[in-house]
């Protein structure tokens, strides 16, 4: 089934200076249980395609739906995880984890139920009652993930979720993460810098031009390996790093 | 057999201790300082009737408690805990007025930037004028010093919240009413305690400042007849008072303070 599907999608940011041609005639479509990587270069508009998806700003032309239905405002059917992992410090990672909820004013037994359930499937059952200052990097990030699952999304949006983290701990909670989305059957698309965290973690790939980012090429990732860093080890591994690397540089 | 201590448990017992001394040297430097204070006067290295001596400050209380002291401290008091709550209140309620609207803020921003470089005190006979010589003019004065920094210190703080919190926030659906209780205000909890503080100095600055221009009764009041008479130990009896209240003042909002800081929102 086909989640997403962006039509010709293209925005321009104005303002006072200029006008900034940020993304043009993008077009892509993500079936339900795909794990799809973005890369371009910096600046491209990569966080710009997650925020149109996310319902934060409407296209200035082409069409964006969702399971059939066009994209108007920021709703549950996306969560959007950012690049820090943006937890209230004065809240415990449960109330943290029930923001959304909390914000669409659901917080009934069964949501509750099922964020209690992800918190104990992923380790963060013991910490539930601690503040984001008392955990690690990695443990946070992956509290962020399971803030966003609370809410139940068809689709998740990933803006470098990796990026404020250091290397060793970033393979582990690449990870953990892409072992939660797996389990938890969802969709994803992941904006990164990292090729090889893409390579490691995509069914398929697509890659960015510069600015105003148009699809230059799609790739789909076809290595046999059950975890990322399974997929490291593999030999395909360096040749898929190769041909991403020179699609993105050129 | 005496139990080996834990780590822990010898660790809360060197924290306790050191808290111990520093409170006891705090003790010692004030009754040092008192002790030498009263000596000085006795043995008249100093001018008594210039300087005062703790034992008159003590005399003086005593003659004060029958001409009504509590009328005095009542009357101050009163002022000042009327002005700063309702500076504080107000200050914060306008600071997320102006959070709210982006537009009000711009157009309110340069009186607000000539507001608080204005020396408040320059305002004082227009206040008598307008509002009367009596209690309300000086809980005017001081609504007047301590409202300025309240909007412009609580705005700073709510204006500070994280962008991409918020972003976080509108990808979740959240209105921008939620996101002001459920971020904004939350996350300004600390801004909004120093605000507090910094508020119970100027509450106290103003009261006595809007004695000093009007007023038939208060510790303010006490201190500028003192000093007109050159009764020097009325003088000094009163800023003992005064420093007495200022310091439970403060006290009471590092109570606040440590409510706030031990529950989660
Ligand atoms: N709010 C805005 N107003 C004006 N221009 C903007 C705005 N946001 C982004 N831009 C511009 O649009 C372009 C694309 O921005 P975007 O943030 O989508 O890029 P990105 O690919 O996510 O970059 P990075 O790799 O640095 O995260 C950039 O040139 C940026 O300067
Ligand atoms: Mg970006």
Known sequence: MEILKMNNV???????????????????????????????????????????????????????????????RPGSETGYMLQRDMLFEWRTIEKNILLGPEIHRNLSDEVKGKAEDLLKKYGLWEFRDRYPGQLSGGMRQRAALIRTLALDPKLLLLDEPFSALDFQTRLSVCNDVYEIIKSEKKTALLVTHDISEAVSLADRIVVLSARPAVVKKTFVIDIDAPTPLKRREKSEFGKWFDTIWKEVSV | MKKQKSEHELFIYKNRNRKIKIIVVQVLILICFLGLWELAAQLEWIDSFITSSPSRVIKMLGELKEQGLWKHIGTTLYECVI?????????????????????????????????????????????????????KAIIMM????????????????????????????????????????????????????????????????????????????????????????????????????????????????????????????
């Open chain 1, 10 to 72: 293209s925005l321009t940011y104005q303002t006072v200076e200029q006008e900034t041609k940020a993304i043009e005639n993008i077009t892509l479509s993500i079936e339900d249980g795909e794990f799809i990587a973005l890369v371009g270069p910096s600046g491209c508009g990569k966080t710009t395609i997650l925020s149109l998806i996310s319902g934060l700003m409407k296209p200035s032309g082409g069409t964006i739906t969702l399971m059939g239905k066009p994209v108007e």
């Open chain 2, 83 to 135: 002005g700063f709550a309702v500076s504080t209140a107000l200050g914060s309620l306008i600071a997320v007025a102006l959070w709210w609207s982006d537009f009000l803020r711009k157009v309110l921003e340069p009186y607000i930037v000539v507001l608080n470089s204005l020396p408040k005190i320059a305002l004082g006979p227009i206040i008598i004028i307008w509002v009367g010589a009596d209690a």
């Open chain 2, 142 to 265: 001081t609504v007047l010093i301590c409202i300025i920094v309240t909007i412009i210190s609580t705005l700073g703080g709510l204006m500070a919240t994280d962008e991409g919190k918020i972003l976080l926030m509108r990808s979740m659906g959240a209105t921008k009413r939620q996101i002001l209780t459920k971020l904004v205000l939350p996350g300004s909890v600390p801004t909004f305690l120093s605000v507090l503080k910094i508020n119970v100095g100027l509450a106290w600055v103003g009261t006595i400042m809007g004695e000093y221009l009007v007023s038939g009764a208060g510790l303010g009041y006490l201190i500028i007849y003192g000093g007109q008479v050159f009764k020097l130990d009325l003088v000094m009896t009163s800023t003992v008072i005064l420093c007495f209240l200022a310091a439970v003042m403060y006290f009471a909002v590092a109570l606040v303070e440590r409510f706030f800081k031990k529950r989660s929102f």
